[in-house]
């Protein structure tokens, strides 16, 4: 039941996504370096690392998406 | 220059960024080209209180080729030493266990936690990803990893297309991996549910080894891995960003802890035996992950949520969030939060009963137990000339394990079957 | 009688948001300048920002198209969208452009031009018309887009 929840809310939220958003000159926060969602990677392998190790769940993250969306 | 006020702080940073498929090109005052290659560095140290102790060191290389393709290599070497909870349960009597390579035994002392203190072993991973732009939309990769340490070796190939929708505010990903693990635990594979043969137990050194033998099969065993993960990033508004991610593991094959066992006790919580684990051989898991990041004008906060569920029962919820402060334009402080709650797999149980008859598979393993896991952290970063910085990072990781309601019989109430597990994380890091 | 003059209103907006020449930026000192000034050249327009990565890379070819080309009649026309003029300008000290450098900080023509990503380059012909469009700038291909500049060149 949760599952189905869940997979409508991201169903939705995709169509929903069509009208959010920014024009591709207003990106200049989102080009910064330390908005990139890879760009603490090496933290966030360590971490991921650790906690697979140490917990019985993983997994989650992509480094997909964002940035200023040049070219 | 002053650069006392935020929004000169936030005028700095965007000057100093944008992502060529996201390697970060800085333009250097001296040069016109954007250097091609990027290396980021990093050694760390795990330690548990009276536990395991590891460190653990990770170079990774990007290289851009041209403004489409970029080549993305990694190499970790840990080394990791210390004790970890075998899963029997703390005595009152002193406690005798026969060591995996059934070479020597070790001791628990009266009102200790077993720990199992084998483990000495070196670990080197290396991978390699290949990203190409195809299209003003669509992207592509496509990676290999491979990691060896003593008895375990492991093999992967992954690849992913991602799309954008709406000019680049909407990106979707789709991703999958398959992995193949072979494992050669040391002494051999132990039979699910044999009993530990102690050397005590017998007469001669031979009737000891037949025994022991007894309890072990040769050869490798191994585990077959798919995953797969739908991922939506959409840009919310200038400063903030958004991502919802969909993944699906599947897990067949090995997935016992050769190494792990569990008590057999009486009726006044006496050990008659140690019984070493069986787990199921699949996993079929979802994780649904959601996380939220924005640009302030001195400073990056995220939070995400992450819930996990799987055929074991292990269900879990993870909040995390990092919020950074820049001092200046080249000094920043980082705050780490995480609080991590899981639910017992349905086959955990702390120890067995003697009188009862054997569940189909069992493990007293803490880590896929009722669990609740705290981590602080706190890192400082500093950006230095031609674009190179330096972090610091120091965490605390502590791992309550909780009773998932089992009645502890006898003299098992006088000890603590769940105790804390205090962790300690140091880091340096360096990128240029 | 207001909404029919608003959906005339808008009618001619979405009219006149095309790719043109026929708009007003501003020039580094800040004057309203109008894009017209080029025409009967062979106009190469493109739209940067000083946080966009690839058009740090585009800055010396466009250098470069611009002292093979300016002779024959080529002008090249970077448009920056910045909202701070400061930041173009501390780009252009690292990166300094000896093409025409104008400016559109609240991004009017852009939005009129109907921008696709960062950066993209508009090529007019003599006559004023846009003949090409050009979304990101790719080392790869900027063979190609010299080829395209040629061709107009030689009309």
């Not at chain 2, 040391?186 to 017998?202: H, T």
């Not at chain 2, 394990?401 to 009645?407: I, K, L, M, T, V």
Request: aromatic share 12%.
């Amino acid at each position: 039941m949760n599952r189905t929840i869940i997979s409508i809310a991201i169903a939705v939220s995709l169509s929903a996504c069509s009208s959010l958003g920014v024009e591709p000159w207003e990106k200049d926060q989102l080009a910064r370096a330390d908005m990139a969602l890879d760009s603490e990677k090496l933290d966030l392998a360590l971490d991921d690392h650790i906690y697979f190790s140490k917990e019985g769940s993983s997994g989650g993250r992509s480094l997909a998406g964002g940035g200023c969306g040049c070219n | 220059m002053q650069l006392k006020n935020r929004s000169n702080i936030s005028k700095a940073l965007a000057i100093a960024s944008c992502s060529l498929l996201g390697h970060s090109a800085q333009a250097s005052a001296n040069t016109e080209k954007p250097d091609d290659w990027k290396v980021d560095a990093a050694i760390m140290y795990y330690g548990e209180e009276d536990r395991v102790q590891a460190v653990e060191a990770i170079g990774n290389v990007q290289k851009a080729f041209g403004d489409e393709s970029l080549l993305d290599m990694k190499l970790v070497v840990d080394s990791l030493t210390g004790a970890s909870a075998s899963g029997a349960v703390a005595q009152s009597e002193t406690q005798t266990f026969t060591r995996p390579s059934g070479n020597g035994q070790y001791e628990t002392a009266s009102g200790e936690t077993p720990l199992d203190d084998t483990f000495h072993d070196t670990r080197v991973q290396a991978s390699a990803n290949w990203a190409e732009t195809l299209s003003p939309v669509w992207k592509t990769n496509v990676g290999v990893n491979g990691s060896k340490e003593f008895d375990y070796f492991s093999l992967g190939l992954n690849g992913g297309v991602e799309r954008s929708f709406n000019k680049d505010n909407t990106t979707l990903a789709l991703s999958g991996a398959y992995t193949f693990d072979a494992i050669d635990p040391v002494g051999g594979r132990p039979v699910a549910f044999s009993s530990m043969a102690l050397r005590a137990d017998y007469d001669t050194e031979e009737e000891y080894r037949a025994a022991f033998d007894m309890t072990r099969m040769a050869g490798s065993e191994d585990k077959k891995t798919m995953d797969m993960m739908l991922s939506v990033t959409q840009v919310l508004s200038r400063r903030w960003l958004f991502q919802a991610n969909y993944g699906l593991s599947s897990v067949s094959g090995y997935m016992t802890d050769p190494y792990k066992i569990l008590s057999q006790v009486d009726d006044t919580g006496t050990t008659q035996s140690y019984l070493y684990e069986n787990r199921p051989d699949s996993r079929l898991k979802h994780s649904f992950y959601m996380m939220t990041k924005g640009a302030l004008d001195a400073g990056v906060i995220d939070f995400s949520y992450r819930y996990t569920t799987d055929d074991w029962d292990l269900n879990s919820h993870t909040l995390e969030t990092h919020y950074r402060y820049y001092f200046s334009g080249r000094f920043y402080g980082q705050v780490h939060l995480r609080y991590y709650q899981q639910q017992a797999a349905n086959f955990y149980r702390p120890f067995l009963m003697a009188g009862d008859p054997l569940p189909e598979y069992a493990s007293a393993d803490y880590r896929i137990g009722d669990m609740t896991t705290y981590t602080l952290g706190l890192k400082f970063g500093q950006r230095l000339s031609g674009g190179h910085e330096m972090s610091y990072r120091l965490e605390y990781y502590q791992q309550n394990p909780e009773n998932s309601g089992f009645d502890l019989v006898g003299q098992l109430q006088d000890h603590d079957l769940f105790p804390e597990v205090k962790a300690i994380i140091a880091q340096v890091s360096y990128s240029f | 009688m207001r909404k029919l003059l608003l959906l005339l209103s808008f009618m001619t907006w979405s009219l006149s948001a095309a790719p043109s020449l026929d708009y007003q930026v501003q020039n580094l000192q800040g004057e309203l300048v109008s894009l017209t000034e080029f025409k009967g050249k062979v106009v190469y327009l493109d739209f940067w920002a000083s946080w966009c990565g690839p058009c740090r890379k585009s800055f010396p070819w466009m250098n470069a198209m611009h002292q093979k080309y300016q002779q024959q009649g080529l002008a090249i026309v970077a448009i920056n969208l910045d909202e701070d003029k400061v930041l173009a300008e501390k780009f252009l000290t690292k990166l300094p452009a000896d093409f025409h450098i104008r400016l559109d900080p609240e991004a009017d023509v852009a939005s009129k031009f109907d921008l696709q990503g960062m950066p993209s380059s508009y090529i007019f012909n003599r006559q004023g018309e846009l003949v090409q469009t050009h979304l990101g700038f790719f080392e790869e291909k900027s063979a190609g887009y010299e080829n395209e500049i040629v061709e107009l060149l030689k009309e």
